[in-house]
């Protein structure tokens, strides 16, 4: 093991992951002793179709003092206030998972226990129609979420729609200016030290070789370092996540900018469309065992709303994970840790986590093993609950139209999910992850919008007579209509805060 001092960092890659993780670092070692380089290839290119995000990047982007206005118009970025899933549960279903809680706890037991009760008993409203988050995606509005605690406009969050390659191109700037020095280039060989077997050096396809301490390995699929060098290995997790393949492109918008993505089933996986100011980027997540390209091209183009803007992309993917993200000084971060469909819009986030426990667990000359093992263990867990989380969207499904879902709906799954899934429709309890990204909001959420509905509830609420209980839905879904009526439209609150792309 090499026991020097850390110095020298190689970034490998300047997709989302690569940039991002080149302005966190730059922001956070600054005034240290270490240089940072980022090699990137513009032969090779970038996914870049990393459009959708969830709420914690907002924290990401204020750690970096980005104005957010300023970083909404150069990267032409929309709200994003949750996602619509049409035609999961069943045929015809559609539902929103929020940014944001539904109701609010009466006599200390949660919402969706009352809600169920009343359902059971006499049927009523949908779930979403006490949500104010819900209820202004649907209605085309959008306001930034009140601080005061007591306030409906408290009740929920909100995260972005953009264009990833100008958010790499804004991050480029950021960490350019704080030293960052970028190497244009195709990596053509790795040089491991014949002792440690750590890496040593990237060698360039015009002769620049690039030697370094640690190097975070941002290549993409192909992970470069932490595979095609290190050979970490590949948890494939295709049996419970089959789509394999994806059909991207871009369109005008049709109609007005709605602040939501939107995830429709289809015979054998999913499209997703999501608003941004200039275009509607879209895409269809498939399984090839089940559907071919050219219908499944065919079938993405014939949903569009109007012509496509450009030529249809078409990827590749296995889900899963890398068996170890961190192996010897190559840490993975983003496509070339694993992969998990873009369902929820998770990528981004694991990106942003990985770089938070980089920063956390950050090696010295020790190159102390106890740190890569508790980074790798805390990943481990991260990707395996956004695992679930998509898991469920598939399993808990009542349609048995096609071969996919019916393969879906009965696979085995895990077996956390298989308890969290029963502890909710025997009594509505949410199984807590810890550390798990998604809250119990989500979980209710998607639970409710496909159909797994609480069989029992919880004896505790029962004390509340259902008068009253009637009395405070009608107010509160009130409240929540009067709230998102009153709010401007999502294209009106963007030019409003000088947010839109010149
Ligand atoms: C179909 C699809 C939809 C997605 N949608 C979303 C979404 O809505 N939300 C979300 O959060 N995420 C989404 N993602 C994931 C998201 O796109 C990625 O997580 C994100 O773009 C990060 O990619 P990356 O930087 O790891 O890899 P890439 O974008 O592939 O970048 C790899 C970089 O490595 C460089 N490189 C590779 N090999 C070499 C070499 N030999 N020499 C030099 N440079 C090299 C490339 O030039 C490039 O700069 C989606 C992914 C897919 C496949």
Redesign the pocket.
Known sequence: MPNRPIENIVI???????WMTAAALSHMLSGQKYAIHL????E??????????VPHIRFFNQKLGFDEADFMAKTKATFKLGIEFCNWGRASDSYIHPFGAFGESIGGVAFHQHWARMQRASGGHPIEDYSLPVMAARAGRFAYPAEDPDSLLSTYSYAFQFD?GLYAKYLCAYAEERGVKRHE????DVALEPESGFVQSVQMDNGTSLSADLFVD?????G?LIEGALQSGYENWQHWLPCDR?V?VPCATAGPLTPYTRATAQDAGWI?R?PLQHRVGN?H?YCSNYISDDVAAATLVDQLESAPLAKLNQ?R?VTGKRREQWSKNVVA????AG?LE?LE?????L?QLAIGRLLEFFPDQSWDPALASEYNRLMDLEYERVRDFLILHYHATERDDTPFWNYVRTMPIPDSLTHKINMFRERGVVVNYRDGMFLDASWIAVYLGQRVIPQNNDPLGEAIPEADLLAKFDRLRSDCHIAAQGLATHADFIRQIGAHAH
Request: aromatic share 8%; hydrophobic share 45%; glycine share 22%.
């Open positions: 490998v890659g300047g997709g989302t992951a690569g090699v990137e290839s513009e090779i290119g970038t996914v870049g179709v990393g459009e959708a995000t990833a280039g195709k990596i053509i941002c290549s993409g699929f192909r470069l994806a991207a997703w999501i895409g997540v990827l993917f971060i983003g496509l070339s992969f873009p819009s998770t990528s981004i986030h990106i």
